[in-house]
């Protein structure tokens, strides 16, 4: 076969989203790609600068919808600093909970996909099963599966529900045990390392100059983790070891994102253990009333500005599932952001596409795809 | 790292173009710099302080000029630092990162497409988001949204 | 029991409706009827009609099988609320198919498009016709039934490339490639495991190398042919772990991406078809066909219908083998397979095309049948 | 307004599953017993089709509804993922809610598709390959509007690039609300949809 | 502070068991699933029926105790018309602007009753409208079944929410506590002309006008031309809807804290 152009997307099912991957391949060999994004563009920075502070949390759990939470994390964590507001202690272990079962929900969701492009079914099936209990704990204090809508400027929307933390810990002594069926499936399987090994390598050195982030450049055996270099919320009182690898290939990223699932496991008990320990408030006492928590409205336009409420830029940088997540807030004074800029995980990794595709064969690219864990809705915001 | 430390490392080797360092909550602090002088300040700050990762570009349309920032992360400080330049809102150029940082090029196509900053020599500067042709650059004040329209509505041809 | 065979059945239902229908008419057009030509052209067609409905029911069994399998594999239930426990859901999806739009591609080569898959469909019916299913079924021993089947067998990749070439899409393309290049891979292996199985048996015929196994199944002595023919058979029915040609995940739907209607239907209902070949053929050559050991209380074998019954049990155990290994592992890469093929399939082969020689020789083969021959 | 006053779903269509069923079933019902609501609908129609092929024959009475009843009961949405819902999309064919159960396959041709499940924000920049997918499909096919971007926007419909509802691109038979629906309203959304082809006797 | 851990792989074992292990973790499976795989038959079984609770467990993959999980779930809307107060604060506080206020009959002619009138094609369910609402008269049920064959039956109506209200479906049981230093309206009282305004549209009737003194007149100053009637706003009955300041025409009610 001579050189020809396919594209794979938008409707493929390697893409598990929207957008295209133009692949030109010469026989089975790739000889280039050339990623083309903007599909599930939906403005989100730009419906956000018409929207009050609490209301583009709305927003935030639709930008990435595997992990949800994450990113309503780091835009409130941007926003309380535009706003000048610190939110309780209770409220930050809060946070710091949802963001680790975010995690295990999006890394479990992760797996189920990735295998699946491997050609296996049934690994979906378990991970979705196993995920859905991550949900339920979810559903039972923010009351949605999915778009959640928890957190606020200033705190958290509500406290948790009795007994949870018992439920939590069933849920986390049922996902452990599966863990180890996850390897069972796939690192004790021939064909999974056969087909994995040696496959997508990216080194550190691109993986830097590249912006990449996150599970991938922890595979190539940079220990780079924003929860321990740079911790936010409550992660410098929390016990955890960063995950690395040095294989730089798919297996490699496999074995960081299963290590951090056991590490999220051990973070969560930490985090159990507290709440159970430390009743408090959720929410910070000192809120403008605009931003307290029943009351999304202000009575009318110019009310900060009559105020004089103070200027400010806040800047977040979170560790999301997927990567390092960062977020621009610009209050000018008014009900709504000036300006909000959200810096994708993803929409770097998938920069790099060029790096870590050529090369390899037609049938790679669905594990090396997979590995990169691909959430289109944060890339395309 | 403090501002005074970001401003001791690039005054002696970009001084000309450095127009101040201020605290910035969070990182290191910002520069400011003219634009005249990108290249050289992206290579200071790439070389000379470290910070070898670039995670994010983005432009802020203050209507009577145009402000892009950079946000920049160095490994052995593991702190961010901020990056910025104002440019005219009538000639809001300014000299690609691409260059020195790969990791920008689809930063500043996002940046050119939504706030409308032009990067010079940038090797690839085509709309990322929008499909080609799109005429507007959307993250402009000046760029207002709206409910929708009423559009013909399909229905089955029975 | 022995002498009522499928065809003996559709001959005397011809020649007794024929009978019938004869004695109306007077003299001369009844003795035409009556011509044993025409009984027996009729017969043949009664027969084949048979079969037809014989593959199909066993067909959609089959995938009904495989559903209710893959979903318990899966920790789910699999198809359950049209028909009792699902059982019609495949009737449901091929009279959709049926009635379903056949969208021909304005670039497709008509003839190739459309006789792909209708000579796929004709060539896995074939082959179910070939096959004893149990000591009555087939209509007279051929006496080289295994090659005709391993012969028609491997048709299929020709025309999965006919019908990915001529419906102009590149990723079928690249699918027919990959089945064609994959066809490299496996025949030979398989076609030495099932030299083994010949050296022991002495014959090419299936109801003798069956009946030959009524000391000893063949699984004992040949388990390293019977290894690489599973393996075989795998690759040849496109199941993962070797379903290159179809990898959902990178060729959205393989070679049959532009199919639809009562197209895909036939590809669907083949593949299933080979699947069923398939299985039948390793419980031909290795698991004893219908017979059971002698062990087993008459009251199992004696009941009518118990060959066939018996044979399709196994064949379903064996499919359901086949479920279990896609349910637990990964796809492979063409090259890897290739790898597999000629490194360690072709090897493996040969080696037990050596061991069954020197079981033969040497005259150890009785030391796997533990019990004495029913027929004794 | 065609309904004013909302009945609960479950008495008002519980699908082709019988209106006798009660809000909720037990923790577990047993396989029998789900078969035994279902036969109080299925026999009574069988009995029906049986008769009248005895009385008439023809194709209206026999042939249509047989092709009906296959049409309903298998439906095999498009494998495509647009947003958020696509992600409960997935769910609903996770263990807990296997879409298998009433035939729904996924298939990734658009060739093998009757229904397209459109889950998520459909922007101007996918229209075009939305109407293309559409086309693709073989006759007869419905379109599913999953979730409110699909159906009207959603919280996006302000933006510069979203489309306002995908109804504007092709016809939609069933729209689900939801942002996301959860799986369950998923499913009833498809046998919403099984009840309008009944209905419409295609 | 943690270090860092290498995550690794497992020392090669018997390459035989490399095909075995995956098959013996899916038969695994298998048996366990053929007792009772993790399905819920949904329309038969309902994961939010009250006879759920408590009596399923995480252990076999089933859900965990699901009733308790459905107690705050936010789906379709319940409104008691009855005790709803016409105040807009859902109607403001929803970011989809979603929301109408529609009449409904019962109101009296000069102050027509309105209540929320909710569009779920554009809903997003994020509670926002249920949290604002300072009667608890709308709140979010666990209906979550809204599939529809024409758009318009998306929209229900206040008497259609109130139809959910009615069918006693579980509802979200978070009222969200107010704040401590909550604002108060406060009035600038020289801009004030004692309109009335303020008062006769105030939903919970918590401003009185009260009379201040006329000012005598010094000589050659005119006294502005008003009512000389202030509004007084008790504070624990106010609502914070803020509709007095949307309706003051000269601006002179804002929010504030009271010393």
Known sequence: MSEMWINMGPQHPMTHGLWNLRVKIEGELILDVDPEMGYLHRGIEKISEDRHYNEVITLMDRTCYVAGLAWEHLYILAAEDALHITPPERAEYLRTMCDEFQRVGSHIMWYAAFVQDLGLMSPFLYGMRDRDLVLDLFQSYTGARMTYEYMRVGGVRSDLPLGFTDRARRVLDWLTARFVEYDQLCLGSAIFRKRCDGLGVLKATDCVEHGVTGPMLRSAGMKRDLRRDRPYAVYDQLDFDVAVADGADVTARYLVRMEELRQSV?????????????????????????????????GKEGYLLKRNYPKGVGFSSVEEPHGEAQAYVVNEGTEHPYRVKFRSPVFANISAARQYLVGYHVADIPPIMGSVDVCVGEVDR | MQPADLEAALRPSVGAHLLGTEPFEGTAGRVRFAREGALDVFRAVKDRLGFRHLSMVGGIDWVDHREVFYVVWSDDARQYALLSTDLPAADPHVETASSVWPSANWHERETWELVDIQFDHHPDLRHLLMPDGYAFHPLLRSFKIHEPEDLEVKSRHV | MSNLTLFSVSD????????????????????????????????????????????????????????????????????????????????????????????QPREADALGFYAGPTIYMVTSLVLFGILPISSGWNSGALPLTLLLALAVFSFAPLFIFVSAWSSNNKYSLMGGMRSAAQMIAYEVPLLLAVVAVVIVAGSFDLTTIVYEQQNYWFWGPLFLALLVFVAGMLAEMERIPFDLPEAEAELVEGWNTEYGGMLFAFFMLADYLRALVGSILVVLLFLGGWTLPTWVPAAFTSFPLAGIFWFMVKTYLVF????????????????????VGWNRMIPLSLLSVFLAAVLVTAKCLPVFGCVPSPGG | MTSPVPVPRAAAAAGPLGAALPMAGEPAVPFLEIEAIRSKEF??????????????????????????????????????????????????FGARWDAERFGVVPRSSPRQCDLMIVNGTVTWKVAHKLITLYEQMPEPKWVIAMGNCATGGGPFRTAYSVVPGVDKLVPVDVYIAGCPPRPEAMLDGILRLEDLIRERKE | MGGAVEAKEKPNENPILWVARPMATAAKQFAKSLVRPSTIVYPFERLEDPKFRG????????????????????????????????????????????????????????HPKKCPQIDYGKCSYCGFCSDACPEGCLTMTTRYELSVTKRADMVYSPERLHEVFRSKLPMNPIRLARPENEDAILLDPPLCIGCNACARDCPTQCITMLDVPKPDAKPGEKLPKRIWKEPVVNDSDCVRCGTCISVCPKECLFWGTRK
């Open chain 4, 43 to 92: 026999l009574p129609a069988a009995k029906e089709a049986l008769s009248s092929l005895i009385a008439e024959g023809g194709q209206t009475k026999v042939i249509d509804p047989v092709f009906n009843w296959a049409g309903r009961n298998s439906l095999f949405p498009l494998h495509w993922g647009l947003a958020c819902c696509a992600i409960e999309f997935a769910a609903a």
């Open chain 5, 55 to 110: 009596k399923v467990a995480v252990e076999s993959g089933r859900p965990i105790g699901v009733g308790e999980v459905w107690d705050n779930y936010r789906g379709v809307h319940a409104l008691n018309i009855a005790t709803c107060i016409s105040c807009n604060l859902c109607a403001f506080s929803c970011p989809d602007l979603c929301i109408d206020m529609v009449t409904v009959p019962g109101g009296d002619p000069k």
């Open chain 3, 12 to 103: 005397l239902l011809v020649t007794v409706l024929l009978t019938a229908i004869a004695s109306i008419f007077p003299e001369p057009i009844r003795g035409w009827l009556t011509n044993p030509d025409l009984l027996l052209g009729l017969a043949c067609l009664v027969f084949g009609a048979l079969l037809l409905a014989a593959s199909m029911l066993n067909t959609i069994l089959l995938i009904w099988w495989e559903r209710k399998l893959l979903g318990r594999f899966m920790d789910r239930r699999g198809a359950m609320h049209v028909g009792f426990a699902g059982l019609l859901q495949n009737f449901a999806d091929g009279f959709k198919l049926f009635k379903k739009d056949t969208v």
């Open chain 1, 266 to 298: 051990r973070m969560l008990r930490q985090i159990l253990d507290w709440l159970d320990r430390h009743p408090g408030p959720a929410m910070a006492e000192e809120l403008p009333r605009w931003l307290g928590a029943p009351y999304a409205p202000v």
């Open chain 3, 320 to 339: 359901g083998l086949f479920v279990w290994i896609r349910a637990s592992l990964p796809r492979v890469r063409t090259d890897q397979l290739l790898r």
